[in-house]
């Protein structure tokens, strides 16, 4: 993994040599030229006049990236460029103009910036979730290992000028290499060490030993095999052996937690026992290359080995001879035997000129990375048909793009629940873990610099975030009309949900005051009232979401809530969109914030000079608002609610043989859409493999035919079918997943309901799609995700109300309570109850005895 991406600023040549070992280097296309390593981005900020032409001759000859601005990036991806080879230049105040075309066709973004801005830096990273992020910072100093750390942590890393960059110890000007490197190391070890495997240049185990922070910086700077033996200190690999290695890369996995070393190998072997390898004999293609390496040196003359050495005639003829048969042989166990043969002789000529196996795959590696490619004809003489007419290129440049590899099927992964473990169960139901304490830490600052500044923190963390600079925070009714002009379909659909939601909302409202005489002379009752204020949060972002200021907004009407604040995230002008507008005015909002994330949740919790305080909120949202309302609940100068916990959206399907496979797929996919992290499940009830299979067909075919295709093969790589053999299992399954949503494709599905104990909302039959439930059929699509439908109900108008008990007793009934209240309060040592009762009777008796 890359922990900073060195920028070639000054022509120290040891410095690149040492870089070379941990990663890619930043250089321009003039210093391109002049350097020997092949590991590089070349940027083109400082050349303007660099041509298509140019940018394919560097991708040919084996850069990895180029690193260019926004209006070469769209050209670079017209010409069809490959992704992972492109890298955008951008200033961080013009990450809005980016496109989704631009966005999803790089692979990594050079963020300039003045500072490093954590909160910015993370708001870009989600946006461009499928790029590496590279920061650079306009300082003159660089940034601290701590603030390394942070950067990893939210998928971003340094951009470092070599002139930061230095072998002495670290300073508030330079900072040392190999610390810059071993930022992110953690280790679980008690002695603190970290695993680390020693392979040879193409990958092959040497061994697995251990190093520390020392030995890794003393093998960066000096280039040699050096590791910490956890009996005898530091170990300079063959510094008494003789068997010394040459480090060709380090590099950590992708925990920070071990390390592989890649090293030229010399001497006897890695191993104590004079072998390469601590896990045996090497054998293929490596056992190959060290016997005729060894042949090489001491063959005697007259041996065969010897003679294809000497006789550079007798191996090309050997060479052609085995090609010929090769092609010649049909069957497996020929064709397997004929290429070993020619693998021989090839893999001799290499090592007569001086060449192994670790160059072969280097300039493998270099074809891979050409992005032009040759017609791919026969020379005349090899074609059996001569007058076989060649193709020709469709443009100069022929550009490989992996967009056009075969395999882009979208499918899901297949688990059994017969046979399962106890503990693969656990781990069948279990969702992405919720790293809600970071997330909290993370948004505390904002919801902070909210309460303690008000409306102008809540102005500042817009513009930041939201991209819009606006003046005031809040609009009041009555809204001007042009801010509600809407399509005439779209007013019409809304005005039919809104009808359909309130129907049913308006009929779990609870009006009448329930009234128990517990036993003579003592009535009991309870009645609900609203909720006073109350605070919905309508995300926005990547869509405008009427249907929730609906789902949020109709109940807390029906409830009778006396002021109903709705916060959604303005657009790049500062206004909301109309159809929000529109259904805020349907619902009798008393008020619109225009803020989203954590200071639109921190400034309803609190409440500004503007922005009203509210005693509840509502509303889904990002792990951001998510956080936000966990803290806020939890602080008592709130002195607020919120409704529920939230997650990712999700969905559960079961299916048996009377499902349509257009329809589950349909189902599937309209979750998956969602976002990255939405959880699809398909519990599939005795289906036949062509059925599975149809079904399959049916998501791939579906998903590449909408506009949000990426998203989806995001998510569906995270789903799952569950085979079940019976209705029964597939329903204990989804109880124990207690999914948001559960669509029963069964036969007679109604009788299945009774059965169902944990979910957010059900939609039974084929001919309930999960949709209608999100729009328009009346029920609510505010619902407990993440498992919580074990505990929570979703969103109703009883969520928008609370309870009040209350209790009235005579006299007569008095006299009979109150003996065994006394009694409970005597036995809890609690005198002052008992003598509240006690004094009462004493009363009573005393009238009844004058």
Known sequence: MSIFLPLLDSQDSELVQVLARIGPIVVSPSQFADLPHNRYYITLENSPDATLDHILSWLNDGVEKVIVPLTLAKELIGAGIPSERLCLLLDVGNVSAVSDTVRNGVSGVFLKT????????????????????HVFPATTSPPTIFTI????????????????????????????????FLAPIVSDRPDGLFPTVVSTETGHSLGLVYSSIESVRESIITGKGVYQSRKHGLWRKGETSGATQEVVSIQLDCDSDSLEFRVKQHGAGFCHLNRQSCFGEISGLPALESTLRSRLASAPTGSYTRRLFDDSSLLQSKIMEEADELCRAVEKKDVAFEAADLLYFALAKCVQAGIGIAEIEQSLDAKAKRVTRRPGNAKPQWLKRPD?????????????????????????????????????????????????????????????????????????????????????????????????????????????????????????????????????????????????????????????????????????????CKEIVLSTPPRADGSISPEVMYVAHRVGASAILKAGGAQAVAAMAYGTATVPKVDKIFGPGNQWVTAAKMLVQNDTDALVSIDMPAG??????????????????????????????????????????????????????????????????????????????????????????????????????????????????????????????????????????????????????????????????SLEGLKQLGPVVATLADCEGLDAHANAVRIRLRAIQSSIDT
């Open 114 to 133: 003045p500072a490093i801005d954590i909160d910015l830096i993370s708001s870009v990273s989600k946006f461009f979730a499928n790029s590496a992020i």
């Open 149 to 180: 750390r942070r950067l990893l942590a939210i998928g971003a890393n340094p951009a470092l000028p070599t002139s930061q960059l230095t072998f002495s110890a670290t300073s508030t000007d330079c900072i040392n290499v190999a610390d810059a």
């Open 388 to 560: 076989t007419k060649s193709s020709t290129p469709t443009s100069p440049h022929q550009v490989f793009s992996t967009s056009q590899k075969s395999d882009t099927r979208i499918r899901m992964r297949t688990s059994d629940l017969t046979g399962l473990t106890p503990a693969e169960r656990t781990q069948l139901l279990k969702r992405p873990v919720l790293k809600s304490d970071e997330m909290i830490n993370k948004v505390k600052p904002i919801v902070d610099d909210v309460r303690t500044r008000g409306d102008a923190a809540l102005l500042e963390l817009t513009a930041k975030f939201d991209k819009a600079k606006l003046t005031s925070t809040v609009i009041f009714p009555p809204f001007a009309p042009e801010t509600m002009q809407i399509d005439p379909a779209v007013r019409a659909a809304i005005d039919q949900a809104y009808s359909n939601i309130h129907k049913f909302h308006a009929a779990q409202v609870d009006q009448d005051t329930l009234v128990v005489e517990t036993m003579p002379g003592v009535v009991c009752s309870r009645f609900a009232r609203p909720i006073g204020r109350v605070g919905l949060y309508i995300p926005g972002g990547t869509a405008i979401l009427p249907s929730t200021a609906l789902m949020l907004g109709i109940p807390a009407q029906v409830a009778g």
């Open 648 to 809: 990712p959206s999700e969905v559960l399907v079961i299916a048996d043989h009377t499902a349509n496979p257009s329809f589950v797929a349909a189902d599937l996919l309209s979750q998956a859409e969602h976002g990255v992290d939405s959880q699809v499940v398909l519990v599939a009830v005795s289906l036949t493999l062509e059925k599975l299979a149809e079904i399959e067909r049916e998501v791939d075919v579906q998903a590449h035919a909408l506009s949000r295709v990426e998203i989806v093969r995001e998510s569906i790589l995270k789903s799952v079918i569950v085979k079940a053999s019976s209705t029964e299992e597939a329903i204990a399954f989804s109880n124990d997943y207690a999914p948001e949503h559960l669509i029963l494709h069964l036969k007679d599905a109604q009788e299945h309901l009774a059965s169902i104990e944990n979910a957010g909302s059900v939609f039974v039959g084929q001919y309930t799609p999960e949709s209608c439930g999100d729009y328009a059929s009346g029920t609510n699509h505010t619902l407990p995700t993440n498992g919580y439908a074990r505990q929570f109900s979703g969103v109703s108008t009883s969520s928008f109300q609370k309870h009040i008990t209350s209790q009235q007793i």
